[in-house]
């Protein structure tokens, strides 16, 4: 099946730097939702981003539905150790399923 | 509040023995979604169902496996005659509405000897 392209594929960053990942498709979405992965678990939802444009924030998290609907954007500001993880973007059009990326391994110099 | 439960967490299956795997949505939530997740590697669909009725199952595998979300309890993924390829996290997910926010269980990890 279809995958998101996801950038990029792992960063290595020190604490207190910001983030900045992005997912592109060659398909138009009208739903963008971003989850983080810890090891062990499930991804948990962070941001769901419904109009081209719009631009959500949850705390330190930061993320954009592209105007192109074919990308989407997520940025962490003044990382923190727990932000370490694995974060996925997943795409949405109509009542078609949900296509994921293929994931950002986020790690934190100490 | 609970979220979305899965169990058991860790099933250890010798090969050709039977796996089910159970999910029981978030409240209010109709719609249930297996996932397949191999090591470091992102989550592939399996299939979508809602209460008695399986909606899309492009993404299961045509033999051994199969869904199910009776009216009462909980969604069940079964996998018969295991084989070793079938190691991965299984996640179940619920949502309100079709297709959009999707909530994730903790997941179970199967392992085949």
């Known amino acids: 099946g279809q995958q998101l392209n996801q950038s990029p594929q792992s960063m290595f960053i020190q604490e207190g730097e910001d983030v900045s990942m992005n997912c592109t498709s060659s398909?138009?979405?009208?739903?963008w939702l971003w989850y983080k992965q810890d090891p062990g678990e499930g991804p948990v939802l962070l941001i769901a981003l419904y109009k081209a444009g719009e631009l959500t924030s949850n705390g330190r998290l930061t993320a954009q539905f592209g105007i192109t609907r074919k990308d989407s954007f997520l940025n962490i500001s003044a990382s923190i150790p727990s932000d370490v993880g694995i974060y996925f973007c997943a795409g949405g059009f109509g009542n078609e399923k949900l296509t994921f990326g293929t994931g950002t391994r986020l790690t934190i110099i100490p | 509040n609970a979220g979305v439960m899965q169990n058991p967490r860790h099933l250890v299956r010798r090969r050709g023995q039977e796996a089910r795997l159970r999910c029981s949505p978030m409240k209010g939530h109709s719609h249930v979604y297996w996932y397949r997740q191999l090591p470091e590697e992102g989550l592939k669909f399996m299939v979508y169902l809602q209460k008695e009725n399986i909606i899309d199952e492009s993404g299961m595998p045509k033999e051994r496996f199969s869904a199910e979300f009776p009216k009462e309890g909980p969604s069940i993924l079964r996998i018969q005659q295991v084989v070793r390829g079938d190691s991965a996290a299984y996640f179940c997910?619920?949502?309100?509405?079709?297709?959009?926010?999707?909530?994730f269980g903790p997941g179970t990890r199967l392992t085949v000897t």
């Open positions: 398909s138009i979405f009208n739903t």
């Open positions: 997910a619920s949502s309100a509405t079709v297709w959009r926010e999707q909530y």
